[in-house]
């Protein structure tokens, strides 16, 4: 389940949610995922959504528990050939 504000949080964690993905985190951005996290210390927050090698680092740095990285590191084409 995703969500991008406290409500939706709280609605993903009343769903009985064991960690919600700020979703798309990249569209949002680091600034983003610490003004959720002040409000919601002990969720774990995921960072989907167009992670890379430069944005990952700056979620986790702002609270996001993991980052899923996708086609932004491992190129469609190569998920496609089964590699």
């Known amino acids: 389940m995703g969500a991008s504000t406290p ?3 709280g ?4 769903l009985r949610a064991d960690a919600v993905k700020i ?3 990249s569209a949002f951005g680091p600034r983003h995922l610490r003004a959720l996290a ?3 210390p002990d969720v774990p927050l995921i960072a989907p959504g167009g992670m890379d090698t430069d944005n990952a680092t700056g979620s986790l740095a702002a609270g996001a528990r993991a980052v899923c990285a996708g086609s ?3 190129q469609p084409a190569v998920g496609a050939a089964g590699d």
């Open 7 to 9: 409500t939706e949080i």
């Open 11 to 14: 609605t993903a964690l009343d």
């Open 23 to 25: 979703f798309p985190a």
């Open 38 to 40: 002040i409000p919601c």
């Open 72 to 74: 932004q590191v491992v």
